[in-house]
């Protein structure tokens, strides 16, 4: 399964050329503006469970994106038909449908001087994510998976351990001069354990590693036997009654409040009032240790490119480092070129783009900068309270602030970490939880491209028994 | 949309045959070349789809796309071994070459014959229109336009409106080795309602939608333009006076129609063969027992013409049916698919269905509803003392394994002395899957199924839902608000 790795890469049609032509060919039939945007992907993953292959998937596909403007009019049209019939109807669609469309006064690509690439290598691509011979693929979801169920007698079962890598190559062209592309790679490996006290209630938890390249990875058995220990200590788990205690949320959580500022203060949400953060700049919005950087640039600590780290944005804008939040005080909104016209800024070279539709606003490598703190320091300084390690649901209300979620993790008292806790909720407001950020940790790692160190908040109310 | 004059059957299959170039004896030779290296069985499965999505926003027309992909995945099994692979390319050597990679699942001499196909009729729950990209544009227009107007229409304080159409033609035809031969074309469309209000003491969103496997004339009534907009702006205005939300174990009273997230999350997925056949569910072994109440009747139908939620055939091309879940409270069985439904020893329930051509097929729910009781909603309402009444939700997650569900309220409203009073804020509730219908203790003679809104991810995998459910009360269930 493994002999073909790149898969269609060999007998692919340059990117690159294509979309320069899908462009040329819009703007024949009467564009004033064209973009496109090409994409070529392939995976390979393998679920193993019980010790056995599951599933084995090894494929590609490739698509194009065009979006056309007939002055202020846009439309936009994609396909997986790369052949020149396929790219015909994609622009014969996407000009027809520039047709029903209104003028949009802030519609349009970005100026000619704003487009631009980062030329240093950002070391995105690895081409050894596809070097294990297929067989030792899936030798390492196995001995993953092993190394969890071999953890303890009360690993009982397993949703499974997995091998994963993929390589992908996106191209952006546009009408103004812009022709960008570069490749990116990947390689994962996980488990899924689950474990089970004397009455048999079940706790299913995971881990997984995650690189640019394989070489990067962690050990498959490292993995399994953290998701292990993160599967034991759900065992025994109970509810707490309602109360207003701090709570401790661990940098895998944390990182979604991180996320949600992120998109509390993305220009479409800013410019539709549909956010708590309209009309928040240059104020305080949390806490004065609070500091939020989007570096869409940024190298790991081992040498690769970060999760979120690409040469040029969705619009073929240069990435950049931007500081969201500065000592509690909101700098800047985040913005594609549309929103930044809207609300008369500048982009903040964050566009994101699909294939399908509109650019829209994205992050790249989005932390909160450490503090002083260990985690183990955070949690001993709190007499009673929720050390957060897994969330449920969608209640974040980003217009309103409201926040309410399902939250399962360990009962602090005295400073230690007690049993387990699950089925409860913890709620508050986006607004006063940034606010009350009492301690922030120094244990800030980039397993994705949203981190966070350990956060501390008080104030906020556990709904449960 | 039209109805097709063509018996939709031969339109479907003749679809991917002239316009791909398949044949039927290509399809032999792709699935003998899946099975080549020892396989159980092997399925071809091909997919069409072509997307278009309008929207209005601050009374602008500013988008419209559409989109269409194409390619076939091929499926290999050995035992309980999976073999995937797919192809974007639909000739020969690219579908041909797919086969080969995912035959390697399985090592040794083909074992198994291809069978020859044989083709059952569809049922025919939703009208076949006669497609692609030439839509009447300015009849989809005119139904955001509507929305738009109304939604500012509704109060002055709708400070933003935002409308879109989406819809979606889904061609698809499956061929498999042991003769399974099947072919479906599946519209789907929906009409979406998005506002913000504004007033000095803050600002709120609210969303209404609606659609389902119909053409445009299903827009009328409760999924009219009209009617989408102001459930919009009557949510987002409601918010603007809303108390925070209680927090802590109370009586729960569910409003008819979407509410019925609720049985999706507490035991829907807890019922999905897959997690049942690996003892990874919190269900897992209950057949034959008690988890709800004895007013509690659960069936996952996928049979209900015109539904979001419903398939004349899944996507291993097994017919659709009417699953009972839960039957007077009593664990009845699963949600199917083939190879779980061969490992188990089981019947197939048609429940086999995936994203896209990309992704493996599982067992997934269609349209999940608990069955009408005999309550009247008021009586529902006024034997609370002191407790939540909910009529609205977002989303909701569930933790299969220890069983842990979320669903997330955007309307609700306090009851008091059997009273509703002030609306409250949007709070999450949480329960355990096989506990909380255990305390549902008056069921409403108010079925109502949902407007067509809902989407369900499981593995990374997307598929239109259905939901419903009468008015029903729980005595116990845990609401987060931050409240008293």
Known sequence: ???????????????????????????????????????????????????????????????????????????????????????????????????????DAFAGLPETDEFGALTDDLHLYYDDVYSLPGPERIEWAKRCEAAALAADPRITNSDGGSFDAATGRKVLANSRGFVGSYRTSYAGVSAAPIAADENGAMQRDGWWSSARSFALLESPEAVGKEAARRALRKLGARRVPTQQVPIVFAPEVARTLV????????????????????????????????????????????????????????????????????????????????????????????????????????????????????????????????????????????????????????????????HAVEEVTVAGNLRAMFKNISAIGNDLVFRTSVASPTLRIDGMTIAGA | MNGSPNPPQISHKRYFFEKFGITERLLERCLGEALSAGGDYADLYFESVTATA????????????????????????????????YTDNLSPERLLHAAKTAALIASGPAKQPVQGFTEAPNADLYPVPLGGFDLDLAARLELILRADRAARA????????????????????????????????????????????????????????????????????????????????RGAILQLGAVAAPAGEMQVVLGPGWPGILLHEAVGHGLEADFNRKKTSAF????????????????????????????????????????????????????????????????????????????????????????????????????????????????????????????????????????????????????????????????????KLDEGIGTCGKDGQSVPVGVGMPTIKLDRMTVGGTGR
Request: aromatic letters at 6%; one cysteine or more.
């Open chain 2, 154 to 233: 509704y109060d002055n304080r709708i400070v933003q409106v935002r409308a879109s159409y989406s819809e979606e033609l889904r061609r698809i035809l499956i061929a498999a080795s042991d003769g399974a031969f099947a072919s479906d074309t599946q519209p789907l469309c929906r009409l979406n309602v998005f506002v913000i209000a504004k007033d000095e003491t803050g600002t709120t969103k609210g969303s209404a939608g609606g659609g389902g496997r119909a053409g445009l004339d299903q827009f009328v009534g409760s999924k009219s333009p009209e009617h989408l907009a102001q459930e919009a702006a």
């Open chain 2, 284 to 447: 897992a072994g209950l057949v034959g027992q008690p988890v709800a109440s004895s007013k509690v009747t659960v069936v996952d139908n996928g049979t209900i013409a015109g539904r979001r939620g419903s398939l004349n055939v899944d996507d291993e091309g097994s017919p659709t049916q009417e699953t009972v879940l839960i039957e007077n409270g009593v664990l009845k069985g699963y949600l199917s698919d083939k190879l779980s439904a061969r490992l188990m020893g089981i019947g197939n329930t048609g429940s086999g269905r995936r994203e896209s051509y990309q992704a493996i097929p599982m067992p997934r729910m269609t349209n999940t509803y608990m069955l009408a009781g005999e309550d009247n909603p008021e009586d529902i309402l006024r034997s609370v003392k002191h407790g939540l009444y909910a009529v609205n939700f977002g989303g909701g997650q569930v933790d299969i394994t220890n069983g842990k569900f979320v669903f997330s309220a955007s309307e609700a409203y306090l009851i008091e002395d059997g009273k509703i009073t002030a609306p409250v804020r949007d709070a999450t509730l949480i329960g355990n899957g096989p506990e909380a219908l255990k305390y549902v203790s008056m069921v409403g003679n108010d079925l």
């Open chain 1, 259 to 418: 996320g949600s500022i992120f998109e509390a203060a993305s220009g479409d949400a800013i410019w539709r009032h549909a956010s708590f953060l309209a009309g928040a700049l240059e104020t305080e919005i949390a806490a004065p240790g609070v500091t939020i950087v989007d570096d869409n640039m940024m190298l790991l600590a081992n040498g690769a490119g970060g999760f979120g780290t690409s040469p040029f944005d969705g619009e073929g804008l240069p990435s950049r480092r931007t500081v969201v939040v500065e000592g509690g005080v909101l700098r800047t909104y985040l913005m594609n070129t549309y929103a930044a016209r809207k609300l008369g800024m500048k982009s903040t070279h964050n566009a994101s783009r699909g294939l399908a539709g509109t650019p829209g606003i994205g992050c790249g490598n989005l932390y909160l900068e450490p503090g002083t703190l260990s985690p183990e320091e955070i949690i001993g300084g709190v007499e009673k309270g929720l050390y957060v390690t897994g969330l449920m649901g969608f209640g974040t209300n980003l217009v309103t602030g409201d926040y309410s979620r399902g939250a399962t993790g360990l009962w602090i008292e005295k400073g230690e970490l007690t």
């Open chain 2, 54 to 85: 309008l929207g209005v926003d601050e009374q602008i027309v500013k988008s419209a796309s559409q989109g269409t992909s194409a390619g076939c995945g091929v499926r290999v099994l050995s035992g309980e071994r999976t073999g995937y692979a």
């Open chain 1, 1 to 103: 399964m493994s002999e073909m790795s790149a898969g269609l890469a060999q007998n692919s049609v340059d990117l690159e050329t294509l979309a320069a032509e899908v462009v040329a060919q819009a703007m024949k039939a009467g564009a004033s503006d064209a973009e496109a945007v090409a994409r070529e992907d392939d995976e390979f993953s393998v679920n193993v469970r019980m010790g056995e292959v599951e599933t084995l998937k090894e494929s590609g596909a490739r698509g194009l994106g065009l979006r056309v403007f007939f002055g202020k009019r846009s439309a936009s049209a994609s396909t997986s038909d790369l052949t020149p019939d396929g790219i015909r109807q994609l622009v014969q669609g996407a000009v027809a449908l520039a047709q029903v469309t209104e003028e």
